[in-house]
T-cell receptor
Framework: GNSVTQMEGPVTLSEEAFLTINCTYT??????LFWYVQYPGEGLQLLLK?????DKGSNKGFEATYRKETTSFHLEKGSVQVSDSAVYFC????????????FGKGMKLTVNP | SQTIHQWPATLVQPVGSPLSLECTVE??????LYWYRQAAGRGLQLLFY??????ISSEVPQNLSASRPQDRQFILSSKKLLLSDSGFYLC???????????FGQGTRLTVV
């Protein structure tokens, strides 16, 4: 079946540090891949997405590249801010097939000033 | 533009009491609808999804149920809550042909 494995944390960084959150997936066919962010007490917001191999999604300084050869979609940011403190979820959805969005377990990031 | 509304935002209910959480979507038609639960310190668990009125798929056997009485309305219910039902419940929708899902603000349920 389809599944997502990601770093679970929690992770604490200092402001302006480099961030990488690893995400790998298992899926039949060619899934679309997503990163969602959840700020405290809120629902999930789509951060970025990629729908085919070698696509790079980017938003708010975050980037992730769809790597079919390594089945990965790692999230990166060059310089984190305190406002980036949140829980980050990697997710996939197979195209034209299942109606379901499959999530990783999420990783809590805290950025200290 | 499309919006999703979920209520209430917080709820404290005694064990054995009934539950009804409501979710509505505006600005689109024939959406796929989802209920997820997020327990403390854990990831997202898909509870139910629906591709149309009256069509409900259950992912996890439990004492919860879902209904879709109208195209853009999705309701999560229980006849008798358990302590283990406490958690953060999230409603979401997606287009049939696009792939990302959009989430409501969530309901924090505490069963006491």
């Amino acid at each position: 079946g389809n599944s997502v494995t990601q770093m679970e944390g929690p992770v604490t960084l200092s402001e302006e540090a480099f961030l990488t959150i690893n995400c790998t997936y298992t899926a039949t066919g060619y899934p679309s891949l997503f990163w969602y962010v959840q700020y405290p007490g809120e629902g999930l917001q789509l951060l970025l997405k990629a729908t085919k191999a070698d696509d790079k999604g980017s938003n708010k300084g975050f980037e992730a590249t769809y790597r079919k050869e390594t089945t990965s979609f790692h999230l990166e940011k060059g310089s984190v801010q305190v406002s980036d403190s949140a829980v980050y979820f990697c997710a996939l959805r197979t195209q034209g097939g299942s109606e379901k969005l499959v999530f990783g377990k999420g990783m809590k990031l805290t950025v200290n000033p | 533009s499309q919006t999703i509304h979920q209520w209430p935002a917080t709820l404290v209910q005694p064990v054995g009491s009934p539950l009804s959480l409501e979710c509505t979507v505006e600005g689109t038609s024939n959406p796929n609808l989802y209920w997820y639960r997020q327990a403390a310190g854990r990831g997202l668990q898909l509870l139910f999804y629906s591709v149309g009125i009256g069509q409900i798929s259950s992912e996890v056997p439990q004492n919860l149920s879902a209904s879709r009485p109208q195209d853009r309305q999705f309701i999560l219910s229980s006849k008798k809550l358990l302590l283990s039902d406490s958690g953060f419940y999230l409603c979401a929708w997606s287009h049939r042909v696009r792939t990302e899902a959009f989430f409501g603000q969530g309901t924090r349920l505490t069963v006491v």
